[in-house]
């Protein structure tokens, strides 16, 4: 029985990278819009009364705009050994990106693609899958090394003006 518990557990590991509640502190997250490069996007993130982040605003595509991001930066996490990411979110029926960075600093991310039901979900993400890409364009790199993370980040920009909604509870590595 007790060699049976101590498997689960080694076989069960999550790290934890955010578990939004009532109380999160947001002061590492930030919105980039497509300001930087003369859009016009909107993007704001504010914590609900159910303690989940949510991601909303519209993406416009004037002034050659058409994105907005979430970002969260941390202290640089092992992540060696975890091969998926897991977010639990409820969106609005529309595609995102889901981006880490090994270094914050690095110019480039490693990126996934998803698609949110409307409902409440868990996205599963394969980390050794991610691709690298810098300024919307894919680079002739290895895909994500799974060795280093300190930054994610959420992207909305689907070539067309839109509003978007996305509610996220957690994001773990598995």
């Known amino acids: 029985m007790y ?37 016009l996007s909107q993007g704001k ?21 058409g994105f907005s991001l979430v970002r969260y930066r941390f202290p640089s996490k092992s992540v060696k050994g975890y091969t998926k990411a897991l977010i639990t979110l409820k969106g609005d029926g529309k595609k995102y990106q889901f981006r880490v960075k090994s270094k914050a600093q690095d110019p480039h991310s490693y990126i996934s693609h998803f698609v949110t039901s409307g409902d409440w979900q868990t996205i599963e993400i394969s980390l050794p899958d991610m691709y690298p890409a810098f300024r919307g364009r894919q680079l002739n790199m290895q895909k994500y090394p799974c060795l280093n ?26």
């Open 3 to 39: 060699l049976s518990y101590f498997f689960i557990v080694l076989t069960t590991s999550f790290l934890i990278i955010f578990d939004f509640n009532n109380t999160s502190d947001l002061s590492n997250w930030n919105v980039i819009n497509d300001g930087v490069m003369g859009g």
């Open 45 to 65: 993130l504010t914590l609900n009364s159910d303690g989940n982040v949510i991601f909303s605003g519209t993406v416009s595509l004037e002034n050659n705009g």
């Open 149 to 174: 993370m300190q930054e994610i980040a959420f992207l909305i920009g689907n070539k067309k003006q839109e509003n978007f909604r996305l509610e996220i509870d957690k994001i773990i590595l598995k």
